[in-house]
C-alpha cells in the first residue's frame, strides 16, 4: 500500500504478513460532544500511522483546501471519517463510520459514532459491539452532559474498557491542571457507573499530541499515548470461555451420511467426546466432530463458526442451542431488560413485535415500562411510553421460551432487536438483566403476605432502619448462577424437634456439596449461639428469630448458594414471611413429619426428658402448638423413611424444581 508520503510503512508489513489474519482484533468505538474532535482524533490516527490510502489523502486535501480548512500544508484530517455528503457539508457527524487498519501488534476497527442527543440510538448500534470506547471531552469546555450521556451509554453496554481523550489540550496551553479537573470531574461521575478500566490520556488531535507520537508540550503527563494504549490494552479477561452456547443457525444435511449443526460459538468452547444439551428439547448427546472448511478442529472456542456433528440423531434446528448439561442459560419466556428504542413510533405496550435472539425469533409483546431513564442526570422516571432514543427497564413477555444469559455475562446471548412484523425494520436494541417475573408471580407473593397472621405481622415483613439507603447487589444472583451452573433456593426444614431436621439437612448438604453445589447450612442451635442468643422460646421470640433466620437465608440465597435451613419454626405464618422473601419456584417446605411420641424416644438433645422434668416450659408439641404445613413441597414421614431414603427425596425435589442439574 502506498500512503500518503509515498514511503512503505509498519502498517503495510501488518498486512503482509503472514500472520495478519491470526492478530489480534481490538474493536472501539468514539464519542463525544458535538465538535470535542472524534473525527479529527479518528482521521490524526490513521495520518501519523500511516494507513491512508494516497488517493483518499488527495481527496481529503483538495476538499480541505476548497474549503480553506487546511492548517500549515496538513488538511482536515476529520474528513477521513465525516463520509456523508450531508456530514461534510453541515460539518457533523450523522451516521456511524467504520474505517479499519492495522499496526503490527493488532488490527483494529473504528466506529466513529455521532455525538448529537437525536442520534443516541447510532451510538448504541456502533458501540454494542465494542472492546473499548474513547469518549472525547474538550479541554477548553470541560465535561458536558453528552459526555456523561455517553459513559453511561458505555457502563449500560457493558464496554469493559474506557479511555477519557482529554482533547484540544493546545487550547489550554497544555495545562495540567486543566486536565486534572476534568479527571476528577469525570472520575466523580463515572463512579454511579458500571465501569471497570478508565484510562485518561490529555490530547490533542489537530497537533497530533500524544496521539501516535509523545508530546513535547506535556512532560508532566507521564502515561501511554492512544495509540500505544490501543495497542496494548489486554483483551483475555473480556471474552466468556467459560459458559458454552452454540445457537444453531442450520442444518448442514448434504446427503443421508451426514447430518450436521452449523453456528457461530456465542461463547466458551466445546471439544469432541463431550457431551451437550439441545435447547429447548433438552435431549443429551456427545459431540461427534467440528468441522470447518479447512478440516476438523480439536476445539471450537468463542467467536469461531464451525459445524458440529452429534453421536445421536435428535431432532434439533435453527434457533436451538447446544449448551454443557450442568452449565444452562436461563430458558423463560419472560426477560427485564435495558432497552433503546430506536423509531420513529414510539413504542405501544402489548403490540405485537418480533424479538430476535442469537439464531432464534419469536413473537413478543412489552408488558410493562418499568422506568425510562433520564441519561443526562441518571435519574429514573414513570414513563407511559419509550420514544426515539429514550433508554428504559422493560419487561418483555415472548410467545416461546428464549435461552439467554445476563448481557454483563455474556454480550451474544444477553442481547436482543425487536422487529416490527409489518415493515421489518428494527424498532429496539436490548440487553437482558435478567428473568422477569410475571404478573402472577408478583401477585401469589402479595397473597401470601396477606395470609400472614395479621397486618402488623406482615408489615413487619422487612424492617428497615430509619435513614438509610438499600444499597444494591454489587454482582446480581443470576450471574452467579449462570458461574456456577445451578440455581439458588432456600430449602426449609420445618418439624418437631427430634424429628430429624438437621440429620437429613445434613447429609443433603454433603450430597449436594461433593456434586459442586455451593451450599449453605443454618441450623436452629447454631443461630442461638450469638445470632439469636438474646432471644428465649415466647411466641414473640420465636417469631423474631424465624425473621431474622428468614433474612440471612434470602442474602446466602442471593450468593448463588442453596441454602438449607433447620428450625422447628412452629407457626404458619413465620414461614409464609420468609417464603415471600424469595422468588416464586425458589423456596421449598419440607415438612418432617413424625408423631411427638417417636420424637420422644428419639430425644437426641434431652430436651423431651427436662421439659417433662419442668427444666423446660414451651416445648413445641408439648406444652406449645405447632402448626403444620398445609402444602409443604417434600412431606419426610422419617419414622418410616431411613436417612438414605429421606436424602434421596429430597434431592429428587431440588432436581425437579429445576435447581440442580
Known amino acids: 500500500m502506498t500512503t500518503q508520503n509515498g514511503t512503505e510503512t509498519h502498517t503495510d508489513d501488518a498486512f503482509a504478513s503472514d500472520g495478519y489474519l491470526d492478530m489480534d482484533l481490538l474493536r472501539f468505538t468514539t464519542a463525544g460532544s458535538v465538535d470535542d474532535g472524534k473525527s ?13 490510502f494516497e488517493d483518499q489523502m488527495e481527496a481529503v486535501a483538495e476538499a480541505s483546501k476548497d474549503r480553506g480548512m487546511d492548517d500549515d500544508g496538513v488538511p482536515n484530517l476529520a474528513l477521513l471519517t465525516d463520509g456523508l455528503r450531508a456530514e461534510r457539508e453541515q460539518g457533523i457527524t450523522i451516521d456511524v463510520a467504520y474505517r479499519y487498519f492495522a499496526t503490527p501488534r493488532r488490527k483494529f476497527i473504528i466506529a466513529d459514532t455521532p455525538g448529537h442527543v437525536q442520534y443516541t440510538r447510532n451510538m448504541v448500534t456502533g458501540a454494542s459491539t465494542a472492546d473499548l470506547a474513547v469518549i472525547l471531552v474538550d479541554a477548553k469546555r470541560g465535561v458536558q452532559t453528552q459526555s456523561k450521556r ?31 479537573r476534568i479527571v476528577d470531574e469525570f472520575s466523580a461521575f463515572a463512579a454511579k457507573l458500571d465501569l471497570r478500566d478508565i ?18 508540550h506535556m512532560p508532566w503527563y507521564e502515561g501511554s499515548t492512544m495509540l500505544h494504549h490501543l495497542e496494548h490494552v489486554s483483551l483475555t479477561g473480556d471474552r466468556n470461555l467459560r459458559d458454552f452456547r452454540f445457537p444453531v443457525q442450520t442444518v448442514i444435511r448434504p446427503d443421508q451420511t451426514f447430518r450436521g449443526f452449523a453456528g457461530t460459538v456465542a461463547s466458551g468452547a466445546i471439544r469432541p467426546g463431550e457431551e451437550v444439551l439441545a435447547l429447548p428439547a433438552g435431549t443429551r448427546s456427545t459431540v461427534a466432530s467440528i468441522t470447518t472448511l479447512s478440516g476438523d478442529l480439536d476445539e471450537a472456542r468463542a467467536g469461531e463458526a464451525v459445524v458440529i456433528t452429534l453421536e445421536d440423531e435428535i431432532d434439533v434446528s435453527r434457533g436451538d442451542m447446544l449448551v454443557r448439561p450442568q452449565n444452562v442459560p436461563t430458558v423463560a419466556t419472560g426477560v427485564e431488560a435495558m432497552m433503546c428504542w430506536m423509531a420513529e413510533e414510539p413504542l405501544q405496550a402489548r403490540r405485537h413485535y418480533l424479538l430476535r435472539h442469537t439464531t432464534r425469533e419469536v413473537k413478543a409483546f412489552v408488558d410493562e415500562i418499568v422506568y425510562r431513564v433520564d ?9 407511559p411510553s419509550l420514544g426515539l432514543n ?26 436482543f432487536v425487536l422487529i416490527d412484523p409489518y415493515s421489518n425494520a428494527t424498532v429496539a436494541a436490548g440487553m437482558i438483566r435478567g428473568e422477569a417475573q410475571s404478573p402472577e408471580e408478583v401477585a401469589g407473593r402479595a397473597a401470601r403476605l396477606e395470609r400472614s397472621a395479621d397486618a402488623a405481622a406482615a408489615s413487619a415483613v422487612r424492617q428497615v432502619s430509619p435513614h438509610v439507603v438499600w444499597e444494591g447487589l454489587n454482582i446480581p444472583r443470576d450471574e452467579r448462577e449462570a458461574k456456577q451452573g445451578h440455581r439458588a433456593a432456600v430449602v426449609w426444614f420445618t418439624g418437631l424437634s427430634g424429628s430429624g431436621k438437621t440429620t437429613v439437612a445434613k447429609e443433603v448438604e454433603r450430597r449436594l456439596f461433593d456434586a459442586g453445589v455451593k451450599t449453605m447450612l443454618l441450623d436452629g442451635d447454631q443461630v442461638r449461639h450469638g445470632l439469636s442468643g438474646d432471644l428465649g422460646f415466647s411466641p414473640a421470640d420465636r417469631r423474631e428469630n424465624v425473621r431474622r433466620i428468614g433474612e440471612v437465608a434470602r442474602l446466602f440465597f442471593e450468593s448463588g448458594a442453596v441454602t438449607l435451613c433447620t428450625f422447628v419454626s412452629p407457626y404458619r405464618a413465620d414461614r409464609d414471611r420468609v417464603r415471600a422473601l424469595v422468588p416464586d419456584g425458589r423456596f421449598m417446605e419440607v415438612f418432617v413429619d413424625v408423631d411427638v411420641e417417636t420424637a420422644r424416644q428419639r430425644d437426641p438433645k434431652g430436651i423431651y426428658a427436662k421439659a417433662d422434668a419442668g427444666e423446660i416450659e414451651n416445648l413445641t408439641g408439648v406444652d406449645a402448638p405447632y402448626e403444620s404445613p398445609e402444602s409443604p413441597e417434600v412431606t419426610l414421614r422419617t419414622a418410616d423413611l431411613s436417612v438414605d431414603q429421606a436424602v434421596e427425596a429430597v434431592l429428587a425435589a431440588l432436581a425437579e424444581a429445576g435447581i440442580t442439574g
Open 199 to 216: 484510562d485518561f490520556i490529555p490530547v490533542s488531535a489537530l497537533k497530533g499530541d500524544n496521539v501516535v507520537d509523545r508530546s513535547e
Open 40 to 52: 479529527t482524533l479518528i482521521g490524526r490516527l490513521l495520518y501519523d500511522s500511516k494507513s491512508i
Open 375 to 383: 441519561i443526562d442526570t441518571l435519574h429514573r422516571e414513570d414513563a
Open 390 to 415: 429514550d433508554i428504559g427497564r422493560v419487561r418483555v413477555t415472548t410467545a416461546a421460551p428464549l435461552f439467554f444469559d445476563p448481557y454483563r455475562q455474556s454480550k451474544p446471548t444477553g442481547a
Open 150 to 180: 455517553h459513559a453511561f451509554i458505555a457502563s449500560l453496554l457493558g464496554i469493559p474498557h474506557v479511555v477519557v481523550a482529554v482533547n484540544k489540550m493546545d487550547l489550554v496551553d497544555f495545562s495540567e491542571d486543566v486536565f486534572d
